[in-house]
């Protein structure tokens, strides 16, 4: 099970180990173009590829993209179609590039809400990537961090029902391994482009200690100069997970 970071200081390194991003600005790349928002998404799968690959040989092992969230279905009905269109055509045609990358796929969120041809090619591409281990790419879709904690707590209480009348035997090493993204380790630098500055209900559970860098850059722009750069804003950081700087110096040089 991977390392609570409110339990033990996990070991970090420079580069950071899981990449989350929420991949904003979309629809205002579009816009200053005059182009309508759905141009901006379709351009926003290049950026997809381009941080998979600037990721892959940075070393990073884990990156978890924000693609669709349980609150997107708000958006208008054209706008909802053509992300889920976008989503079909990207594991039709990149699946190749993934395995060749050795990128494993995994997709996390309540996957019962799509179309079976789309639930299919998800099962499909997970199932044919899931030897591969260069890069664990996780495409959040149809995810709400409540959600994840809400969807654990039923699993738990299924699992283990003497919790129900033994409350204090509750913590969160039980709640840990229902979680959607059980497997990896917790986010080490979360991004989000765009100009905003919030976590929109992305990983809320996992991102307890994660570092927030926030830049005004659309996603359609945020290439491999940009992530780099969040990269290197990231090694600046002092990890703390709670300890004085202080002691964090005096392990770095004892
Ligand atoms: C937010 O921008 C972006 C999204 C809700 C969707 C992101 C989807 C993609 C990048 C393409 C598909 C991805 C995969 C993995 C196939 P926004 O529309 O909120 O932009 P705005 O804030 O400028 O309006």
């Given amino acids: 099970m991977a390392i609570s970071s ?3 200081v996990p070991v970090t ?17 579009a816009h200053a173009r ?7 998404h379709a351009k926003g799968v290049q ?9 892959g040989a940075a070393g990073v092992k884990y990156l978890t993209l924000f693609a669709f969230s349980s609150e997107n279905w708000r958006r208008p009905a054209d706008e909802v179609s053509l992300l889920m269109r976008l989503f079909v055509q990207a594991l039709e045609r990149e699946v190749a590039r993934l395995q060749d990358q050795g990128v494993r796929l995994h997709v996390v969120g309540d996957l019962s809400a799509f179309e079976p041809k ?6 499909q591409a997970e199932q044919k990537t899931q030897h591969n281990d260069q890069l664990h790419l996780t495409i959040a879709a ?10 654990a707590t039923r699993a738990l209480l ?13 913590d969160e090493t039980c709640l840990a391994p229902y979680l959607s993204m059980a497997w990896a380790p917790e986010p080490d630098l979360f991004i989000r482009t765009g100009g905003e500055q919030r976590m929109s209900n992305f990983l809320i559970w996992q991102m307890a200690y994660t570092e927030l860098y926030f830049t005004e850059c659309y996603w359609p722009d945020f290439g491999e ?11 600046t950081r002092e990890r703390r997970f709670g300890r004085t700087s202080a002691q964090v110096h005096s392990l770095a040089t004892s």
């Fill in 13 to 29: 390194g420079a580069i950071p180990t899981h990449v989350a991003i929420v991949m904003d600005g979309n629809g205002r790349w």
């Fill in 142 to 151: 149809n995810y709400g961090g409540r959600w994840d904690i809400l969807q």
């Fill in 6 to 8: 409110t339990r033990e």
């Fill in 118 to 123: 789309l639930q299919d090619l998800i099962a």
């Fill in 225 to 235: 100069t940009e992530l780099l750069e969040a990269f290197e804003w990231y090694r």
């Fill in 47 to 55: 950026s997809v590829r381009r941080a998979v690959e600037t990721c």
């Fill in 34 to 40: 005059l182009l309508p928002r759905t141009a901006g």
């Fill in 158 to 170: 299924a699992a283990r029902p003497e919790l129900v009348t033994n409350p204090n035997e509750l």
